[in-house]
């Protein structure tokens, strides 16, 4: 019968992603080790290898990210404020130059990967299905039909953060958040008014 462990996959999973805020794409399972203040065998035992790691990551992150949204959406006086809400969940933490350009990196990482792509593609179905439930519920008759409009909403929030960390200008989210308002605000209005 082998130890029990002292510390918990979604303990490790929150020091890896500590670890790709600092280091991006070149962070070792050292650095997750140092994040999460065990030793590096620790890490070894118990994923193998940094891919293996990545995969555990993105299989956890989809169902936390789901329910990441639906708290941030609960929390709002309204549909369309809880639309925003949960859309802005993905860049949570991601609000400085430096941290976004090592996400970037690890992206590019991933995407280079395709076990890690379709990793990827698995958290990006997740997003667009909770953005299109709660765009079910909303009443934006200006608006395409709800899985179009999660589509639009998440390569609006996905591109505003490419866009930040090309020039970064002031904070990430106070310009996320009006970019999504701007959009939200005119499906808010029937289509022919102004």
Same mark, same amino acid.
């Given at each position: 019968?082998?130890?029990?462990?002292?510390?918990?996959?979604?303990?490790?999973?929150?020091?890896?992603?500590?670890?790709?805020?600092?280091?991006?794409?070149?962070?070792?399972?050292?650095?997750?080790?140092?994040?999460?203040?065990?030793?590096?065998?620790?890490?070894?035992?118990?994923?193998?290898?940094?891919?293996?790691?990545?995969?555990?990551?993105?299989?956890?992150?989809?169902? &936390? $990210?789901?329910?990441?949204?639906?708290?941030?959406?609960?929390?709002? #006086?309204?549909? /369309? @404020?809880? +639309? *925003? !809400? =949960?859309?802005?969940?993905?860049?949570?933490?991601?609000?400085?130059?430096?941290?976004?350009?090592?996400?970037?990196?690890?992206?590019?990482?991933?995407?280079?990967?395709?076990?890690?792509?379709?990793?990827?593609?698995?958290?990006?179905?997740?997003?667009?299905?909770?953005?299109? &439930? $709660?765009?079910?519920?909303?009443?934006?008759?200006?608006?395409?039909? #709800?899985?179009? /409009? @999660?589509? +639009? *909403? !998440? =390569?609006?929030?996905?591109?505003?953060?490419?866009?930040?960390?090309?020039?970064?200008?002031?904070?990430?989210?106070?310009?996320?958040?009006?970019?999504?308002?701007?959009?939200?605000?005119?499906?808010?209005?029937?289509?022919?008014?102004?």
């Amino acid at each position: 019968m082998g130890r029990p462990q002292k510390i918990s996959d979604s303990e490790l999973i929150a020091a890896c992603e500590r670890a790709i805020a600092q280091w991006g794409q070149s962070f070792t399972l050292a650095h997750v080790a140092l994040e999460a203040g065990v030793a590096a065998s620790t890490v070894v035992t118990r994923f193998g290898s940094k891919r293996a790691l990545l995969l555990r990551m993105m299989d956890l992150d989809s169902a &936390a $990210l789901r329910q990441r949204m639906r708290e941030a959406a609960d929390a709002q #006086p309204d549909p /369309a @404020a809880a +639309v *925003l !809400a =949960a859309a802005i969940v993905v860049a949570q933490g991601v609000d400085d130059p430096e941290t976004t350009a090592n996400h970037l990196s690890q992206l590019a990482y991933d995407i280079s990967d395709p076990a890690l792509r379709g990793g990827l593609a698995h958290m990006r179905a997740a997003y667009r299905a909770e953005l299109q &439930a $709660l765009l079910e519920t909303a009443a934006l008759p200006g608006a395409p039909k #709800p899985a179009l /409009a @999660a589509r +639009v *909403l !998440a =390569a609006l929030v996905h591109g505003v953060q490419i866009d930040w960390a090309l020039a970064p200008e002031g904070r990430l989210m106070p310009s996320l958040k009006s970019q999504l308002a701007a959009v939200l605000d005119g499906w808010r209005r029937r289509p022919g008014r102004g």
